[in-house]
């Protein structure tokens, strides 16, 4: 009888700690003020790994930069839709605005959403990834760690997107 109070106690409290714990907030770093500091310095680093890794990508991403530059003149102008993508915890799918055969503005149009923690990782990622397409100009961007399955998906969505145009 013990053996079975016991084990139910210890059940209660892994349940109450597993709900406890979903509601946390992870930390991540927030892409977006990498972003801002990246633009404005011009690409330089400011730093930290991360922006020091972005910056490096940006500039092992220029020499090639003619490739995607002559590529991006066969996109027609206008507004194409990716298809959608399995990032396990939902889907993402995203439509891209090609304007002077160049990529414009990328906007998501589905990304996992029905959990706390999809939303809080994915307000930081989105904004991130959408600046790293319209840098690179095509769909070859950075994955982000703690965001693989999104990253992963957004990459489908928008080479999709990319092959439309």
Do not use: C, W
Request: no cysteine; proline share 5%; aromatic share 8%.
């Amino acid at each position: 009888m013990k053996k079975a109070v016991l084990g139910f106690g210890i059940f209660g409290v892994y349940l109450i700690y597993s709900v406890g714990i979903r509601h946390q907030q992870p930390l991540i770093p927030k892409p977006a003020s990498l972003i801002s500091s990246n633009t404005k310095s011009g690409g330089s680093s400011s730093g930290s790994s991360t922006a020091s890794a972005t910056s490096s990508t940006t500039s092992a991403a220029g020499p090639p930069s003619p490739t995607p530059a002559s590529s991006s003149s066969k996109y027609q102008d206008g507004t194409y839709v990716g298809s959608v993508a399995d990032a396990y915890y939902g889907n993402v799918q995203v439509s891209v605005t090609i304007s002077g055969g160049r990529i414009s503005k990328v906007k998501f149009l589905q990304y996992p959403n029905t959990h706390s923690t999809s939303v809080y990782i994915n307000q930081q990622v989105m904004p991130y990834l959408q600046q790293e397409a319209i840098q690179a100009q095509s769909s070859n961007v950075q994955m982000i760690t703690g965001a693989t399955f999104t990253s992963q998906a957004f990459v489908q969505s928008l080479q999709a997107a990319l092959n439309k145009a």
